[in-house]
């Protein structure tokens, strides 16, 4: 099982990045996956559920700014992330259901 996410960096507050995690080795399509981020000296954030159908479930946090999607065909999973801000810095993960597979995490650094 090998999740990899890609797309983090620096943005400006109200900027916007796109995540994207490439999956392998499980049935992706089968999956329910999910994002999570996690900033030093505080817990792991679990921030949106999306099930197999695509139906999404977000934190309040990111509700209305984060727009979770998936495509079973290339077995990958993204992560739209609009009007960013200082608070979202943080690494961001991918994982299974349950939290039983982690991607590596990519970092997003939201400063002036």
């Known amino acids: 099982v090998r999740l990899v996410e890609s797309g983090g960096g620096f943005v400006q507050p109200g900027g916007s990045l796109r995540l994207s995690c490439v999956t392998s080795?499980?049935?992706?399509?089968?999956?329910?996956m999910a994002w999570a981020r996690q900033v030093p000296e505080k817990g792991l954030e679990w921030l949106v559920g999306?099930?197999?159908?695509?139906?999404?479930s977000y934190v309040d946090s990111v509700k209305g700014r984060f727009t979770a999607s998936r495509d079973n065909a290339r077995s990958t999973l993204y992560l739209q992330m609009d009007n960013l801000q200082p608070a979202d810095s943080a690494v961001y993960f991918c994982?299974?259901?349950?939290?039983?597979?982690w991607g590596q995490g990519t970092q997003v650094t939201v400063s002036s």
């Open positions: 080795g499980f049935n992706f399509s089968a999956t329910s």
């Open positions: 999306i099930w197999m159908d695509g139906t999404t």
């Open positions: 994982a299974t259901e349950g939290g039983g597979h």
